[in-house]
C-alpha cells in the first residue's frame, strides 16, 4: 500500500505561483510512476501532468505545459507541482496518484493510489 498526502494548496492572484508537494508512505515510489490531476467544481477530473519513475520522463496536458514543472525526489519519496502564472480556471481541488508502473501514463484508470487532494484557488 501507499499513502499519498499532497500539500501545498490555497489563495493566489493570477499570475502567482503555488508549489503542490505529495509526500508518500507506506511502501517506497522509487519505481512507481507518478501523475498530478485536478477537479474543478462542475467538472470532471482531469490529467495535468506526470512523471516516470526516474523524474526523465515527464507529460504536461496542454493547457499548462510551459508553466507548470513536475519533479520529484525519490530520496524523500516526494513528488512536486512548481505551478507558475497562474490562471483563475486553474482553480481546483488537486491530487497526486501513483501508479504500480513505471512508466508514464494521462488516464485517470491506470493509477492505482490516490491522495485526498488539496484546494488550490485563483483570484483575479
Known amino acids: 500500500q501507499v499513502q499519498l498526502v499532497e500539500s501545498g494548496g490555497g489563495l493566489v492572484q493570477a499570475g502567482g505561483s503555488l508549489r503542490l508537494s505529495c509526500a508518500a508512505s507506506?511502501?517506497?515510489?522509487?519505481?512507481?510512476?507518478m501523475g498530478w490531476f485536478r477537479q474543478a467544481p462542475g467538472k470532471e477530473r482531469e490529467f495535468v501532468s506526470a512523471?516516470?519513475?526516474?523524474?526523465?520522463?515527464?507529460y504536461y496536458a496542454d493547457s499548462v505545459k510551459g508553466r507548470f514543472t513536475i519533479s520529484r525526489d525519490n530520496a524523500e519519496n516526494t513528488v512536486y507541482l512548481q505551478m507558475t502564472s497562474l490562471k483563475p480556471e486553474n482553480t481546483a481541488t488537486y491530487y497526486c496518484?501513483?501508479?504500480?508502473?513505471?512508466?508514464?501514463?494521462?488516464?485517470?484508470?491506470?493509477?492505482?493510489?490516490w491522495g485526498q487532494g488539496t484546494q488550490v484557488t485563483v483570484s483575479l
Open positions: 496518484a501513483a501508479r504500480l508502473s513505471s512508466q508514464t501514463s494521462d488516464r485517470q484508470n491506470d493509477y492505482t493510489y
Open positions: 507506506g511502501r517506497a515510489i522509487v519505481s512507481r510512476a
Open positions: 512523471t516516470s519513475w526516474s523524474g526523465g520522463s515527464t
